[in-house]
Nanobody, 125 residues
Framework: EVQLVESGGGLVQAGGSLRLSCAATGFTFDDYAIGWFRQAPGKEREGVSYIGNSDGSTVYAGSVKGRFTISSDNAKNTVYLQMNSLKPEDTAVYYC??????????????????WGQGTQVTVSS
């Protein structure tokens, strides 16, 4: 059974840090790229960051660049999202998703094969 399980969310004050984890089972992890997305109440789901499966290349949304870092531990089939200098506007449910190499934008939600259930991140001011 394919599963992506996010963890590490919680409540943090503005300026604080959290590290999210996305643990993958049931598929060949090395064959897939992983994206992190978030969805705030009343807003559309948006891309946060992405890590390629072959060369480990990374991409960030402008709103998190310089504050968030995505990394992958292929031995553990886990991708991490280190979030520093958190802001109240980072409050959302964070999801990870997996897809095979794809020609279209990493932000394209429909290009992902598997999704996790999400983890809540709340940043208080």
């Amino acid at each position: 059974e394919v599963q992506l399980v996010e963890s590490g969310g919680g409540l943090v004050q503005a300026g604080g840090s959290l590290r999210l984890s996305c643990a993958a089972t049931g598929f060949t992890f090395d064959d897939y790229a992983i994206g992190w997305f978030r969805q705030a109440p009343g807003k559309e789901r948006e891309g946060v960051s992405y890590i390629g499966n072959s060369d480990g290349s990374t991409v960030y949304a402008g709103s998190v660049k310089g504050r968030f870092t995505i990394s992958s531990d292929n031995a553990k089939n886990t991708v991490y999202l280190q979030m520093n200098s958190l802001k109240p506007e980072d409050t959302a449910v964070y999801y990870c998703a997996a897809r095979r190499p794809y020609a279209y934008s990493w932000r394209l939600l429909s290009s992902y094969d598997y999704w996790g259930q999400g983890t809540q991140v709340t940043v208080s001011s």
